[in-house]
């Protein structure tokens, strides 16, 4: 979660939002939030996500051209749940707010943005700038003495930048910015970097004066053996829930996240000690499975807004005596479920690709 989707938009896209940045201002732009001092948490108590984003900041982030007031509710995209679900994990912030539609999906006319704010701790010495397409973006903002790394396009504008020893990213994400039109058409590009950089004034100071106790607070036990696609993860039962033709080619491929934690989405799984086993037939990823050992216990994460809607739950039969298992599942309306989360054990699984369910109902019968 390279980074994440949101942030592997096509470079033409990408830079013709940059040049917007650049160009004259629209005709009737929203004024840029004024960002406001945050209290500083006493020492001790977790931060929060109001500690780092005030609610009236989240608002004034998250209004539309037309100035009309908007109410923010905590929520989070459905892409982004994974990923929240790793860093919350391992003590960091995944903060996430949503105006506009529920639920949202991208293609057909819609106002939902998301205005996102994730904390990675201990990770300031893994970080790197935004991804510009291809190619890493050099556009810069100084925002609280730190120079941080900014970018716009399709689905939105981002701002990552190395906080003390953290890794913070916030973005901000909206239906209709390559077609229909967004709820921050004639505000401009220039405009909702603004806007980040007014979240990143209140969020980093607190993130600097902020002690070891109050972020880094794993919520799970890492895990601390090697990666392995064995056990309810052997080779044998993924072939045969994928069920190939016979003659291919197959290769059982286990990758640990430590081995590449280039980009953000990366330095996440690499910090919950993740890891993949990917299934490749004549050399193409049919089916990997991300397994963050640990990790079961915030399942329940997927059962929050907006994932609540975004995922159905997966019947997986019955498991094995002493197994608990659960697993959600997403839905393509025009074809077969590619993607799937399944808690069994202590262990969260995230499996992408073909035969999703019936490769999740494996794992499940091979556990305990």
Same mark, same amino acid.
């Given at each position: 979660?390279?980074?994440?989707?949101?942030?592997?938009?096509?470079?033409?896209?990408?830079?013709?939002?940059?040049?917007? =940045?650049?160009?004259?201002?629209?005709? !009737?732009?929203?004024? !840029?939030?004024?960002?406001?001092?945050?209290?500083?948490?006493?020492?001790?108590?977790?931060?929060? =996500?109001?500690?780092?984003?005030?609610?009236?900041?989240?608002?004034?982030?998250?209004?539309?051209?037309?100035?009309?007031?908007?109410?923010?509710?905590?929520?989070?995209?459905?892409?982004?749940?994974?990923?929240?679900?790793?860093?919350?994990?391992? *003590?960091?912030?995944? =903060?996430?707010?949503?105006?506009?539609?529920?639920?949202?999906?991208?293609?057909?006319?819609?106002?939902?943005?998301?205005?996102?704010?994730?904390?990675?701790?201990?990770?300031?010495?893994?970080?790197?700038?935004?991804?510009?397409?291809?190619?890493?973006?050099?556009?810069?903002?100084?925002?609280?003495?730190?120079?941080?790394?900014?970018?716009?396009?399709?689905?939105?504008?981002?701002?990552?930048?190395?906080?003390?020893?953290?890794?913070?990213?916030?973005?901000? !994400?909206?239906?209709?910015?390559?077609?229909?039109? !967004?709820?921050?058409? *004639?505000?401009?590009?220039?405009?909702?970097?603004?806007?980040?950089?007014?979240?990143?004034?209140?969020?980093?100071?607190?993130?600097?004066?902020?002690?070891?106790?109050?972020?880094?607070?794993?919520?799970?036990?890492?895990?601390?053996?090697?990666?392995? =696609?064995?056990?309810?993860?052997?080779?044998?039962?993924?072939?045969?829930?994928?069920?190939?033709?016979?003659?291919?080619?197959?290769?059982?491929?286990?990758?640990?996240?430590?081995?590449?934690?280039?980009?953000?989405?990366?330095?996440?799984?690499?910090?919950?000690?993740?890891?993949?086993?990917?299934?490749?037939?004549?050399?193409?990823?049919?089916?990997?499975?991300?397994?963050?050992?640990?990790?079961?216990?915030?399942?329940?994460?997927?059962?929050?807004?907006?994932?609540?809607?975004?995922?159905?739950?997966?019947?997986?039969?019955?498991?094995?005596?002493?197994?608990?298992?659960?697993?959600?599942?997403?839905?393509?309306?025009?074809?077969?479920?590619?993607?799937?989360?399944?808690?069994?054990?202590?262990?969260?699984?995230?499996?992408?690709?073909?035969?999703?369910?019936?490769?999740?109902?494996?794992?499940?019968?091979?556990?305990?």
């Amino acid at each position: 979660m390279g980074l994440n989707p949101l942030l592997l938009a096509t470079a033409a896209v990408l830079v013709a939002a940059l040049a917007g =940045c650049a160009g004259a201002p629209a005709a !009737s732009p929203s004024p !840029s939030p004024v960002a406001t001092a945050s209290p500083t948490p006493d020492a001790g108590e977790p931060l929060a =996500c109001d500690d780092l984003v005030p609610p009236e900041l989240v608002a004034a982030t998250l209004a539309g051209d037309d100035g009309e007031p908007v109410d923010p509710v905590a929520a989070v995209a459905a892409t982004e749940a994974f990923t929240g679900v790793l860093i919350e994990g391992v *003590g960091g912030l995944a =903060c996430s707010w949503r105006v506009g539609s529920g639920m949202p999906e991208y293609n057909p006319p819609s106002d939902w943005a998301y205005l996102r704010v994730d904390v990675l701790p201990d990770a300031a010495g893994r970080w790197v700038p935004l991804q510009l397409g291809d190619a890493v973006s050099t556009d810069t903002r100084e925002v609280a003495g730190i120079e941080a790394s900014v970018t716009g396009g399709d689905p939105g504008w981002f701002l990552s930048a190395p906080v003390g020893d953290d890794w913070v990213v916030a973005s901000i !994400s909206a239906a209709g910015l390559t077609g229909a039109g !967004s709820r921050f058409d *004639g505000v401009g590009g220039a405009a909702m970097i603004d806007r980040l950089a007014d979240v990143a004034r209140t969020a980093f100071p607190v993130l600097e004066a902020a002690t070891p106790e109050q972020l880094e607070r794993p919520a799970v036990a890492l895990r601390d053996m090697d990666a392995a =696609c064995a056990g309810s993860l052997d080779r044998a039962g993924i072939l045969e829930a994928v069920q190939l033709r016979d003659g291919t080619t197959v290769e059982y491929v286990a990758t640990d996240a430590a081995d590449d934690p280039v980009g953000f989405p990366n330095a996440v799984r690499a910090a919950a000690r993740a890891f993949d086993c990917e299934l490749r037939v004549d050399g193409r990823p049919v089916v990997t499975i991300t397994t963050a050992p640990g990790f079961a216990s915030l399942f329940d994460r997927f059962r929050e807004p907006d994932a609540d809607v975004a995922y159905d739950e997966l019947l997986l039969g019955e498991a094995p005596e002493g197994v608990e298992a659960r697993a959600v599942v997403e839905r393509d309306p025009d074809g077969p479920a590619s993607l799937t989360f399944l808690a069994v054990g202590d262990a969260l699984h995230q499996i992408r690709g073909e035969r999703v369910e019936e490769v999740a109902r494996a794992i499940v019968a091979r556990s305990g």
